[in-house]
């Protein structure tokens, strides 16, 4: 009988929250990391992989993914999981929602969400939790429930959908967003969320601090008329014309919303997600200052730090909010650098061309919103941020530890006995540039393409399986459904 199912050996292990990397061997046991030492023993070993000359982080805990959007959640469960397989991702995290897209229905979680956990179970090559979105009152009510049976902790608002739809202007919630009759998705249901959230925090104050709600911040009013606006004005076109119609006071303005209602609820864990331009962050951090009590988390995404609308493909780097100009890209790598960042996330939404484009593939108001990007998260932040000096440590922060934290993934996020043996093995000296034909996701295409990047992922173990062997995805689906806090 082998003492150990795995041993990884002689890699520079990179741990959060700690400066430099160690070489060390990790065993595994049982899907749980055993050991951490200079020197194990290999002769008993269940099975030993060379991790000589390549970091060993823990594996990527992508917070912000949109499995079954524009496919079929049960084909997205397989194709997307081995794409974040294959960046070195060994947790993905949905969020999801009743109305168009998704299941295209709606309804009480307690009928949607059993459907959710059937479409992914047995498919996903990786680990995975799902966030939800209160769409309408009775949703509030369901909080409890899904927190006690379903181990759902973190739920989420789209600010801008009571007006404006997710890829444009609308004007009707209701064949939208599913709505009952009567109802209105407006800044008096976020109000009832975040009331209804707190009270549920109140209610179970062992796990407070693992309960959160996280905002889509757009201003819809702002947005319809800045997109009437440039559309009349006809001067720009593509992504440009895009980012103008969504400007980032937008993001600014919703951000102060959202950031006193939260105060006026008594809500004190808030998520604000892809703050997408410097506007977006001097608003974040303005709030953090004005509200202290109020623990906001900022996050920024893969694709809004790798690329801007400019040098992006086409129209396929269409998504919400959108792709800024390369001063807005710096103004975020300095927010990174600068510790005002708690995460990067690709906000990975697969959408195929066949999908992406409207009839006319050069009209950027037709085109979807949305597109993958996981499997270039954990390359992407080591690769640019180590350039602008960024330690590998803070990488793992960034990208692992500080969401698993947040979203109660308590054995996830670190390379330490007791941990969960997710680890990505990289090689820090491999040039390498985005090829969207070489993805394992369905979507075939990135808006990152050519993106010359140093680091690259060779293998990947998901509670001890070998997912990702020299750069191949291999084996069947091992990923499982993580109900939260989640401890192993």
């Given amino acids: 009988m082998a003492d150990h199912d795995l041993i990884i050996k002689g890699s520079e292990i ?85 109305g168009q897209y998704y299941l295209n229905k709606g309804g009480p979680y307690r009928d949607f969400f059993p459907e959710v956990l059937q479409g992914t179970k047995g498919r996903a090559f990786v680990d995975y939790a799902f966030h939800l979105a209160p769409m309408q009152s009775s949703h509030i009510d369901e909080i409890p429930q899904l927190i006690e049976k379903n181990g759902v ?42 009331r209804g959230l707190q009270a549920a925090r109140e209610r179970y104050p062992d796990i407070a601090e693992f309960l959160s709600l996280s905002l889509h911040c757009e201003t819809a009013e702002i947005m319809t008329a800045y997109t009437e606006m440039v559309e009349q004005d006809g001067e720009l076109d593509g992504l440009a014309a895009y980012s103008a ?21 008594g809500l004190t864990n808030v998520n604000l997600l892809h703050l997408s331009s410097g506007a977006a962050i001097e608003a974040a951090l303005l709030m953090a200052a004005t509200y202290p009590h109020i623990d906001f988390r900022r996050e920024v995404t893969i694709g809004h730090l790798l690329t801007d609308f400019e040098k992006t493909n086409g129209l ?26 708690d995460w990067v996330v690709s906000d990975h939404a697969c959408c195929k061309p066949e999908t992406k484009l409207g009839p006319d593939p050069e009209d950027v108001w037709q085109a979807k919103s949305g597109f993958g990007g ?38 996830k996020g670190d390379i330490a006995p007791g941990f969960d043996a997710d680890i990505a093995l990289l090689d820090p000296n491999a040039d390498w540039a985005v090829r969207g034909e070489l993805s394992e996701s369905a979507q075939g295409y990135s808006p990152m393409e050519g993106t010359q990047l140093q680091g690259k992922v060779r293998h990947t173990f998901v509670r001890g399986a070998h997912v990702l062997d020299d750069g191949s995805v291999v084996g069947s689906p091992v990923g499982k459904y993580l109900a939260r806090p989640y401890s192993g």
């Fill in 14 to 98: 990179v741990r959060p929250t700690q400066n430099g990397t160690m070489k060390m061997d990790i065993a595994v046991s049982d899907g749980v990391i055993s050991a951490v030492e200079a020197e194990i023993e290999t002769t008993s070993a269940g099975k030993v992989v060379d991790g000589s000359g390549l970091l060993a982080f823990p594996g990527s805990v992508d917070a912000h993914c949109h499995w079954g959007i524009y496919n079929p959640l049960a084909e997205d469960a397989v194709t997307e999981s081995r794409a974040a397989a294959q960046g070195g991702t060994t947790t993905a995290m949905t969020y999801i929602r009743t």
């Fill in 153 to 194: 902790t973190s739920y989420k608002i789209f600010m801008f959908y009571g007006g404006h739809g997710l890829h444009g202007k609308s004007d009707d919630q209701s064949s939208f967003l599913m709505t009952p009759p009567g109802e209105r998705y407006d800044y008096a249901h976020f109000e009832f969320i975040m």
């Fill in 245 to 265: 119609a969504r400007p980032p006071h937008s993001e600014g303005l919703a951000i102060t919303i959202a950031a006193y209602l939260a105060h006026a609820t």
């Fill in 316 to 341: 396929y780097g269409k998504v919400n909010p959108p792709l800024r100009s390369s001063e807005d890209v710096e103004a975020l790598w300095r927010a990174v650098l600068g510790g005002d960042v």
């Fill in 374 to 411: 996981t499997e270039y998260l954990l390359a992407g932040v080591f690769s640019e941020g180590t350039k602008r000096g960024l330690t590998p440590n803070r990488v793992a922060e960034l990208v692992s530890w500080n969401p698993a934290r947040r979203f109660g993934l308590l054995t």
